[in-house]
Structure formats: structure tokens, C-alpha cells
């Protein structure tokens, strides 16, 4: 299962020469990201209060053309891996047909204390939501 959001480049999030700033799509990824977990079938908060929490492991992003202010981005994402303890998902920056940038992140599944999680074991439920939507 995967899932596109679309994004219009905001003025803040340009540099002087009208392009988007390369911090902005970790931003983007996120917004992406949860919003796949909602089609999914929940929400991040629903998964928070469950006690589970997915911190940031690693991020990737490979540049292939630049943004520009108001060009508007499809976000492009798919969970690509998955274990009992971290999730990766992998991202397509495109406007349009044109390439923009992708990337990667991977995610730990711990508990609010920092903690592994083994969400197989203790959320089923919630493990067989993420393999469903396993790409």
C-alpha cells in the first residue's frame, strides 16, 4: 500500500535563490508519513497512546532537481520494511513526471521510556495494520 500527499513549496521554506531548502524534506517525509499511517488505519496519536513511540533511527534523501516556491510536490511513500522492533519507509518527491528527490527513513519502535519494543508480541493488532500496509 502506498500513499502520495501533495505539498505547494512555501516561501519560508525557500533559500534566497527561490529553492527549497534541502531541511524541508525531512518535514515533508513526515508530513507524508503520517499521513499514510491515517490510510493506513490509524493515527500516530492512536499508536502514542498505546505506549508506542517510533523515533527517528536514519534519514536519507538523495537530490535529483530543485523545488521551487509554489510548485506543488507529490510526496510519494511506502512502508518497505518491517520487524517486530523498527519500520522503514521509503519517499518519491515528484512534480509531476519529474524526479525531485527520494529517500529513506527507518524507525525504532520503543516505549516511552526509550525502551525496544516487540510489537508483534505486545500489539498484535497493531503489527498486522503495518503488514497489511507493508509495501
Not at 527561490?18 to 493506513?40: C, L, P
Not at 537530490?63 to 511506502?78: G, P, R, T
Not at 518519491?92 to 519529474?98: E, F, L, P, S
Request: charged fraction near 25%.
Amino acid at each position: 500500500m502506498g500513499h502520495i500527499s501533495t505539498i505547494e513549496v512555501r516561501y519560508a521554506e525557500t533559500d534566497q535563490m527561490g529553492i527549497a531548502h534541502h531541511s524541508n524534506y525531512a518535514v515533508w517525509f513526515e508530513v507524508a508519513r503520517t499521513d499514510f499511517i491515517k490510510a493506513a488505519g490509524i493515527s500516530y496519536t492512536d499508536v502514542e497512546k498505546e505506549g508506542i513511540i517510533t523515533p527517528l533511527t536514519s534519514l536519507e534523501c538523495k537530490y535529483k532537481k530543485a523545488a521551487f516556491y509554489e510548485d506543488q510536490l507529490q510526496i510519494h511513500v511506502n512502508l518497505t520494511k518491517l520487524s517486530p522492533v523498527r519500520l522503514e519507509f521509503s519517499y518519491k518527491v515528484t512534480r509531476g513526471d519529474d524526479l525531485i528527490a527520494t529517500g529513506k527513513t527507518t524507525h525504532g519502535m520503543v516505549t516511552k521510556d526509550l525502551k525496544p519494543i516487540n510489537v508483534k508480541k505486545e500489539h498484535p493488532e497493531i503489527y498486522r495494520m503495518f503488514e497489511n500496509a507493508l509495501d
